[in-house]
């Protein structure tokens, strides 16, 4: 009887253990045929953002949490996708795993300050450009460096797999290039004298130049040298997705919530809202 008994348990256990499992499947939500699988995601709040953890006024993580400009950008995506921005899960993502993000699905979007270019659009899609920010250097403020024609010889700091990495490589190599996986060890490096100069975005560049602890040490050349469209992220064959996005970004500038983005972030430094050019949204494959 004995054994009847736990034979019957036993048996009990594998028929839960199996609705427990055809459980498991149905928490990714259905998509709808045309539609997006970010729609879904963003209703049953499991949108995730890759982002970057290590940039003032753009992408910072501050304990558990994470603010920025790139940050409020994801908020207005996930609100118009039809989900609750406040159940976003953000997840800190450094230039060379961005495209590796997407395309295993550890994220659903990338928020990043990403650039858009010709290779990564053979990788991932893109969205946007949200943002076109120019590569330009930091240097020490009593540096003699005005450009990257004076980079010869000179230690540069960036980030690995990043496109102002590649650019110092192409166009600068008689540049001694140093590179980290995060902005922030290049401007440490910079801080304490490792480096002659830091190479990024102007709009990263003067983020970290603007932090308190830096005050008067650093200074922002001021001469672009590129023109840095940033894309928002996601996989390659979600023309659907891309599209939204395109659809939210132009309604965020109709109700205001993109210059409201940059006022509550970026803009605090005093620097005006940029005007988001919806004419050049048109980077969703045909």
């Known amino acids: 009887m004995r054994i009847k008994r736990l034979a019957a348990i036993a048996a009990v256990a594998v028929l839960a253990f199996g609705a427990a499992a055809c459980g498991s499947d149905s928490d990714t939500p259905s998509t709808p045929s045309g539609e997006s699988p970010l729609v879904a995601k963003a209703k049953a709040g499991q949108l995730k953002f890759g982002v970057k953890a290590d940039q003032p006024g753009l992408g910072l993580q501050a304990g558990s949490a994470y ?18 921005a406040a ?24 928020v990043a300050t990403y650039t858009i270019n010709d290779d990564r659009k053979k990788k991932v899609n893109f969205a946007g450009p949200y943002f076109t920010a120019g590569q330009d250097l930091l240097v020490p403020t009593a540096s003699t460096i005005t450009g990257p024609e004076g980079l010869d010889g000179k230690k540069v700091c960036s980030v690995t797999g990043s496109t102002p ?7 600068y190599p008689k540049a001694q290039l140093q590179e980290f996986d995060a902005y922030s060890k290049c401007i440490e490096a910079l801080n304490t004298g490792t480096v002659d100069a830091v190479t990024t975005d102007d709009i990263i560049l003067a983020g970290y130049a603007a932090q308190s602890q830096y005050a008067g040490k650093f200074k922002l050349v001021g001469k ?6 940033y894309g ?3 996989k390659l064959e979600d023309k659907a997705g891309c599209t939204k996005i395109n659809e939210i970004l132009k309604a965020s500038v109709t109700d205001g919530s993109y210059k ?8 605090k430094s ?11 949204l048109t980077n969703c494959p045909a």
Not at 165 to 171: G, L, M, S, T, V
Not at 270 to 280: E, I, M, N, Q, R
């Open 224 to 229: 672009p040298f590129s023109s840095e469209p």
């Open 67 to 84: 603010e920025g400009f790139d940050i409020e950008i994801a908020k207005i995506i996930a609100k118009g996708l039809g989900g609750d």
């Open 165 to 171: 990495a590649k650019r110092i490589k192409e166009k």
């Open 87 to 110: 159940k976003n899960t953000y997840v800190t993502t450094v230039s060379a795993n961005r495209e590796p993000f997407i395309q295993t699905g550890q994220v659903d979007i990338v």
């Open 270 to 280: 005093g620097t005006p809202a940029p005007t988001l050019d919806v004419s050049k």
């Open 232 to 234: 928002i992220g996601l």
């Open 260 to 267: 409201a983005a940059w006022d509550a972030t970026l803009g």
